[in-house]
C-alpha cells in the first residue's frame, strides 16, 4: 500500500439523537473508504448503555479508540490496512492525565499493515476549546507531544499526523484562492469575535492564528495547503474551497476558510 486516506469529521453532537441522521453520516464516510479517520463531537459515546460507540465502529468498519473522560473525540482505523503499533503504550493511557484539555484528544500508534519493514505512526484526534483563545493555545502547545514519541533506540520520533476541529484560524500567507481570515471588526456576534480572538499587550483584538502557528513551528504541515500549493484540478479546488457553517450557527464572517478540521501532517 503505497498511500493512507485520511479524513477528520466533526458531526455536530453526533447527530443529536438523530438516528437516520447518524446513519447518512456513517454512508458517508464508508464511501471514502478511509484508512484513518479522527472525529470530533461523539456525544453519547462516552456512555457504554447507549451503544453508541460500538454502533460506530460496527457502521464504519473499523477499528477505533475513543477518548478519555467525556469521550469527545475518537481515532478510528481500517483493519485491513492498519494494525496496533506493539510498541509500548500503544493507546496512550496517559492522555486522561494531561492537565491542560478540556475536550481531551485520542490517540493511538498504528502500524501499516503490507509493507516489507515495520512502519509506525501517531494518529491523534482533537477538538480545542471554541471559547477562549489561552485554553486553545495551551493545548495546541500540549499537542505538540504527539511529535516526541521515540521507540527501540531510533534517533527520530516517530511521524505523527493530527486531525482536529481547531476553532481558530490558519497562519502564515494565504493560498491562491483561500478566503481570507476575518478582521475583527467584521464579526458582529461580540462573544464569537471574543471566542475567536485575543487581545495584543497594545489593547488590539487580532483572530487567533496561534495554534496553527504553534503546531508549525513544532514541524507540521498544514495537510489542506499543502495540497493547496502541490495538487491541481478537483484536490486543490477541495482545499481552498470555503467551509459551510452549521445552519444553526451561522455567520456571514463564517463564510471563509478556517483552520478546522483540517488535517495535518509530520514535515518531512
Known sequence: MNRLRVAACNFLRNGGGDRDCRQKMYALLRSLRIDFLGR??????????TGLWDESRKALGMEGVLAPRMGATAVYWNPETLM??????????????WPDWWLHPAAVTLRLLKTSEPVDFIAASTHLRFDSS????????????????RIGGRPRPLPAIITGDWNSYCAGDPVEGEPPTPRPEEITD???LVHRS????????????????????????DAARHFARNATGETRRCAVAATSPTPQF???????????????CPRS
Open 134 to 149: 489561552t485554553q486553545r493555545l495551551a493545548e495546541a502547545e500540549c499537542t505538540t507531544r504527539f511529535g516526541d514519541r
Open 250 to 264: 451561522a455567520r456571514p464572517e463564517q463564510a471563509r476558510r478556517d483552520a478546522s478540521s483540517a488535517p495535518t
Open 190 to 192: 461580540r462573544r464569537h
Open 84 to 97: 496496533f503499533s506493539p510498541t509500548p503504550d500503544a493507546r496512550w493511557k496517559g492522555i486522561d492525565h
Open 198 to 221: 485575543y487581545l495584543l499587550p497594545s489593547g488590539e483584538r487580532v483572530m487567533d492564528d496561534r495554534p496553527d502557528r504553534t503546531l508549525k513551528q513544532a514541524g507540521w504541515v
Open 40 to 49: 470530533m463531537e461523539l456525544l453519547g459515546c462516552e456512555d457504554p448503555s
